[in-house]
């Protein structure tokens, strides 16, 4: 067992002076540094960038059969869980040595604003995930009108909208 593990505590209050509707970042990265490496190394899998708005989770999941895998993105989290079925010829042999995996497992993953499961497939015994961010036209950037009310408080023209673009 290693004796050398520091602990690490992080003030991030100085982000949260600036920001707005930021505040389940600290409790990620708290959930981040608290994770047990053990207890989430399986399945492996890669996350993969596409291009700027794609992005791909390829899983190991060697084993497993269509109907014992699950894939659920509720608010942002993406769960995959796997639960492998214990087979009747498993039961009558006696393993000298059992390394293939097939235990049950759940894999959860942080998704981004924005970022939607687009296709999901399984060949080879890999799980591919094809995610997009697609930012909706009411959240991408406007710029706004600034209305000079100088000049219609002293009466000389009614009040104008400055040239806006989009």
Do not use: W
Not at 20 to 36: C, E, N, P, T
Not at 99 to 117: C, M, N, P, Q, W
Request: aromatic fraction near 8%.
């Amino acid at each position: 067992m290693n004796t050398n593990l520091k602990t690490f505590s992080y003030d991030l209050s100085p982000l949260f002076r600036s920001t707005v509707g930021f505040d389940h970042l600290s409790q990620m990265i708290d959930s981040a540094f608290k994770m047990d490496e053990r207890a989430v190394s399986f399945p492996p899998y890669n996350i993969a960038k596409l291009s700027e708005d794609e992005y791909e989770i390829t899983m190991a999941v060697a084993g497993f059969k269509l109907p014992e895998l699950n894939i659920i993105v509720e608010r942002n989290m993406l769960t995959v869980t796997g639960a492998a079925a214990e087979k009747q010829e498993d039961v009558a042999k006696a393993y000298l040595h059992r390394g293939i995996a097939t235990r049950s497992f759940e894999r959860k993953f942080s998704l981004a604003d924005h970022v939607k499961v687009m296709d999901a497939s399984l060949n080879d015994g890999l799980l591919s995930l094809k995610l997009m961010r697609e930012i909706p036209e009411e959240s991408k950037p406007k710029k706004i009108a600034i209305n000079d009310i100088s000049q219609a408080i002293e009466g000389k023209t009614p009040a104008k909208k400055m040239a806006c673009c989009n």
